[in-house]
């Protein structure tokens, strides 16, 4: 079983919809987990953390489920610029040094 | 601003030849690493480096090996490069601080093709 496993997508839908995205992990005694963000042909890019509370940036909100070891990232009002591909990615170990990611689920915003 | 270069976007090379992946960071973070990325894997983790000259496997090191002589740069090298190891090479960097937001910073990736 992978450490952390994604629905690949793609997900297609309409500029204002809301689109949700889920992830499971396996290490229940993971710390920290966050979204990143990757354009086409680019790097991978923090979106923002994941806090056990939910948390809330502008039409991005993301969710945490310990006891379900479940993340989800919701995206309300789509934008095209919000294609591209989001990784769910975990820390195991509550180090500052490794992270585990999801292959990532990719979402593409039509006009 | 972070910023995390990395040597070539795009190099070729052919099997049996010797392959040096170079990173630099210039925020002074003690953490680097290397990761490959293929598509349906995701990102994994070839090795990492928490301090000048000290380096740890990751989660598939075989193939590979690093070098760390100053705290800016970190290499990756292939000793000898095969097929297999065709794949985007991520390089990324973080401060050795624990806490809820280690976050990562990536350099913009290269790519290699071993024909």
């Known amino acids: 079983r992978k450490e952390v496993e994604q629905d690949p997508g793609p997900f297609n839908v309409p500029e204002g919809a809301t689109v949700a995205f889920n992830c499971t992990y396996s290490n229940s005694a993971s710390q920290s987990f966050f979204w990143y963000r990757q354009d086409c042909r680019k790097e991978p890019k923090l979106l923002m953390s994941?806090?056990?509370s939910g948390n809330e940036d502008g039409r991005f909100t993301a969710q945490l489920n310990r006891a379900s070891q479940y993340i989800s990232l919701l995206i309300r009002d789509s934008k095209l610029s919000d294609s591209a591909t989001y990784l769910c990615?975990?820390?195991?170990?509550?180090?500052?040094?490794?992270?585990?990611f999801g292959s990532g689920t990719q979402l593409t915003v039509l006009p | 601003d972070v910023k995390v270069t990395q040597s070539s976007r795009y190099l070729v090379k052919r099997t049996g030849e010797k392959v040096f992946l170079e990173c630099v960071q210039d925020m002074d973070h003690e953490n680097m690493f290397w990761y490959r990325q293929d598509p349906g894997l995701g990102l994994r983790l070839i090795y990492f480096?928490?301090?000048?000259?000290?380096?740890e496997k990751g989660d598939i090191p075989e193939g590979y090996s690093v070098s760390r002589e100053k705290k800016e740069r970190f290499s990756l090298i292939l000793e000898s490069a095969s097929t297999n190891q065709t794949s985007m090479y991520l390089c990324?960097?973080?401060?050795?601080?624990?806490?809820?937001?280690?976050?990562?910073?990536f350099g913009p990736g290269t790519r290699l093709t071993v024909l």
């Open positions: 994941v806090y056990s």
């Open positions: 480096s928490y301090d000048v000259k000290m380096k």
């Open positions: 990615v975990v820390n195991p170990s509550g180090s500052a040094r490794q992270l585990t």
């Open positions: 990324a960097s973080s401060w050795i601080a624990g806490g809820p937001n280690n976050e990562q910073f």
